[in-house]
């Protein structure tokens, strides 16, 4: 047990859908993170929040729409995706240079 | 920048063999270093870490060494099992940097076999 969960842990979904991805840790840390990882392509950082504040987007496209309500909780809103989009999404959370990450999420696009 | 470069696999051993999985790192400071591994349909777990030159970290049987003069953190384990079958992760992260940032290597695919 890591502390970090996310739901769903599969999606299916079509490129005109609208999902959310869920991402909550009990860990009481300040920072939370999204990272995709894809078939044969190196983890890919998307968004850093600390302190419920956004500090990194890397150039990810606007159909990711990430929120951050609280220190605990972290969501990936996602719409009109692409198939090049299915991957796994995985949410991470840290306090000091130690991440601990989440089963993930295995995105369907079809 | 940093960056981070772990051998390319896959890699694939009988049971009992002796494991390395080479990584090396270009960093702007002082990082510490991390080995995640990631099991079949699960997310990265931290296996170990290091925090400062000439350091070893060590878990399961998993063992690194924080190489300054080489920019080195190579993973070893003297007998595998097949049960350490997974992808394994070499990361780094900036001391002093206000988050945890890690920068991550492309990851070594392990199969041991029985």
């Known amino acids: 047990e890591t502390g970090v969960t996310q739901t769903p842990r599969h999606l299916v979904m079509g490129m005109t859908n609208k999902k959310s991805l869920k991402c909550e840790q009990h860990?009481?840390?300040?920072?939370m993170y999204w990272y995709k990882q894809s078939a044969k392509k190196p983890l890919e950082l998307m968004f850093v929040?600390?302190?419920?504040?956004?500090?990194e987007n890397n150039s990810v496209p606007s159909r990711f729409s990430p929120e951050c309500p609280n220190s605990s909780h972290l969501f990936l809103h996602l719409h009109t995706l692409q198939p090049e989009d299915s991957a796994l999404y995985l949410c991470?959370?840290?306090?000091?240079?130690?991440?601990?990450f989440g089963p993930g999420t295995r995105l369907t696009v079809l | 920048g940093n960056s981070v470069t772990q051998m390319e696999g896959p890699v694939t051993l009988s049971e009992e063999a002796f494991l390395t999985i080479n990584c090396t790192y270009t960093?702007?400071?002082?990082?510490?270093l991390f080995w995640y591994v990631q099991y079949p349909g699960e997310g990265l777990q931290l296996l170990l870490k290091?925090?400062?030159?000439?350091d070893k970290g060590s878990n399961k049987g998993f063992e690194a060494t924080y190489r300054k003069e080489t920019t080195s953190f190579h993973l070893e384990k003297g007998s595998v099992q097949v049960s350490d079958s997974a992808v394994y992760f070499c990361?780094?992260?900036?001391?002093?940097?206000?988050?945890?940032?890690?920068?991550f290597g492309r990851g070594t695919q392990l199969t041991v076999w029985p």
């Open positions: 991470a959370s840290s306090q000091d240079h130690e991440q601990f």
């Open positions: 860990l009481g840390h300040n920072a």
């Open positions: 929040y600390n302190f419920k504040e956004q500090t």
């Open positions: 960093a702007t400071g002082y990082p510490s």
């Open positions: 290091a925090t400062k030159a000439d």
């Open positions: 990361a780094l992260s900036e001391k002093g940097s206000t988050l945890g940032r890690l920068y």
